[in-house]
């Protein structure tokens, strides 16, 4: 019963803050706040409506299909990457700096130099989306793999198990949690490198483009309507990330006990 309450107030208190911002956008809109750059909801959705199922599948569709596989690819070597500092600790201040590299500098620095790099635009924004990625999972993933007690993996070690045999038996199971809090926050983050990828190279179709033409033209609900289509995109991927963790950490939790 207590969990239910907790759960109702979660809901109630998450409703009633979406109802006070959609009331302070109206307002805004309403009274031209910022020089008129705020269009009211209304105004928004209508614009939604207005563009029509083209053009989201012609703009959006490209820019999800280039987010995820730099998605894909930047968690894919992030996690392998802290697999191996696992196996082989002497990389890990290598493997250390690369991650913190690749977070503190800003895409829009290092979008020439892949620009030069990679003559293929998609494959560009698909680099720029896997950097946005790298750093967060190889540390959720890292911290993840060396979060079990020391008795779980020295009983594995009494039983004739090297290290391989505590990645496996121990460490992966423990680290699925970490993992996975690590993909929900990759996920939108995903979104938004390829989206800036996409303002840096210019494409003929993608949201980036989209949203400055839109601009170009002034058409101010319009890029609010793009950008705040984009922001359920992102959160959509969070949600999908959330949904299978629920389930994997249950099955992490029942295994690391068996363990």
Request: net charge positive; glycine share 10%; proline share 5%.
């Amino acid at each position: 019963m207590t969990g239910l309450r907790a759960f109702g107030s979660r809901w109630g208190a998450g409703a009633l803050g979406l109802v006070a911002v959609l009331a302070l956008w109206w307002i805004a809109g309403v009274f031209a706040w910022f020089k008129g750059t705020i269009p009211t909801p209304f105004a928004v959705l209508r614009a939604i409506g207005e563009q029509g199922s083209e053009f989201y599948s012609t703009n959006f569709t490209p820019t999800i299909e280039l987010a995820l596989r730099g998605f894909l690819w930047g968690n894919l070597l992030a996690i392998v990457l802290a697999l191996l500092v696992v196996i082989i600790p002497l990389i890990e201040g290598l493997a250390t700096q690369l991650a913190i590299i690749s977070y503190c500098t800003p895409l829009i620095a290092v979008a020439p130099i892949v620009q030069v790099a990679f003559a293929e635009v998609q494959t560009m924004i698909v680099f720029l989306a896997a950097i946005s990625v790298f750093f967060t999972t190889m540390i959720g993933t890292l911290t993840g793999l060396r979060s079990p007690q020391q008795a779980s993996l020295d009983l594995v070690r009494v039983y004739g198990g090297g290290a391989f045999s505590q990645l496996v038996r121990i460490r992966l199971i423990a680290a699925v949690p970490n993992i996975l809090g690590a993909l929900k926050i990759a996920a939108p983050a995903a979104v938004l490198g390829a989206v800036l990828g996409e303002f840096l190279s210019m494409p003929e179709q993608g949201i980036g483009p989209a949203l400055i033409l839109a601009q170009q033209q002034a058409a101010i609900p319009q890029v609010w309507a793009i950008a705040l289509l984009a922001g359920v995109i992102a959160g959509i991927g969070y949600a999908i990330v959330s949904l299978v963790s629920v389930f994997a950490t249950r099955w992490s939790t029942g295994n690391a006990v068996l363990a």
